[in-house]
Structures are given as C-alpha cells and as structure tokens.
C-alpha cells in the first residue's frame, strides 16, 4: 500500500518559487518535507542558492531509493551525492577549508516500508498531534538567552 497524501502546500520566503530553498517529495515508499538552509554567505552557485542546491540534492537521492534502505544508508547516499556535486563543481577543496559554505539541509521524512518517520537536523513533525522536535543544542542556548533577556 503506498503513502496517501490529503494536503501539502509549499511557500518560500520570496514570491519566485525557483528561490525556494524547500522541497517535498512524495513517492510510493517516501514522504519528505526538505529545508534547504538559509543562505547565509550570499554566495550562489549555478545561480542558485546553496540551500536551493542542498535540497534539489536530497530531492533527487531520495526519490531513486530502494524502499528497503536504512537511516544509515540513506545519509550515505544522500552525502555520496552531495560530494559528487562538490566534485563536478570544483568546490571539493574550498569546501573542505571552508565547512561553512557547504550546501546543507534538514528533512522529516516518512519511509512507508516501516512506517516511521526520520528527522535530520533541526526539522519538526507532527505525528497523530503530537509535536516531535529535533532542535539543535545551539538553538536552546539561544532561545533561554532571548528569553533571560526578556
């Protein structure tokens, strides 16, 4: 039985869709939400965003894999992709003295075959209206620091 979709709606931070750094992909054995990651460095490669590039990435990877794949095995794919895309660009090097420039995402994916979902990176679902996050130690320091603050 493959994944039924009631609703999805997709809406960037700017009217262009083509500067939305979001993705979803939805297939017989996966349900993603991608978020690319905001860019930061102003930098564009190909005349898109990292975020933009990060997210096409893992759209693609996901959509070719094998319904039985592990977490495990799909972060390796997923990361086999990306370092094939540094690799065609000339960008192996300057990324490996310059971490912060990589392009990056997170994602809450739905994998039918278990029927479980993963997250990646701070992303959040919601499962049978119980909020699941997976916020980054970085973002819980900030959020007291603001809220000491206020």
């Known amino acids: 039985m493959g994944i039924h979709?009631?609703?999805s709606f997709l809406q960037g931070k700017r009217p262009d869709p083509e500067?939305?750094?979001?993705?979803i992909v939805i297939n017989e054995d996966f349900a993603a939400v991608i978020d690319g990651a905001t860019n930061v460095s102003g930098r564009m490669i190909n005349g898109k965003s990292p975020g933009r590039i990060a997210a096409e990435i893992v759209k693609q990877t996901v959509g070719r894999l094998d319904r039985k794949v592990t977490l495990e095995?799909?972060?390796k794919q997923i990361n086999q992709s990306m370092?094939?895309?540094?690799?065609e660009?000339?960008?192996l090097e300057e990324i490996d003295h310059k971490k912060w420039l990589a392009p990056s995402a997170c994602?809450?994916?739905y994998r039918n075959y278990h029927r479980e979902v993963w997250q990646i990176g701070d992303c959040q679902a919601i499962i049978e209206g119980e909020l699941y996050k997976n916020e980054k130690h970085l973002d819980t320091i900030t959020a007291l620091s603001i809220w000491k603050q206020s």
């Open 5 to 7: 979709i009631i609703e």
């Open 19 to 23: 500067l939305c750094e979001d993705m």
């Open 73 to 75: 095995g799909m972060i």
């Open 83 to 87: 370092q094939n895309f540094y690799q």
């Open 89 to 91: 660009q000339g960008l």
């Open 107 to 109: 994602m809450a994916i």
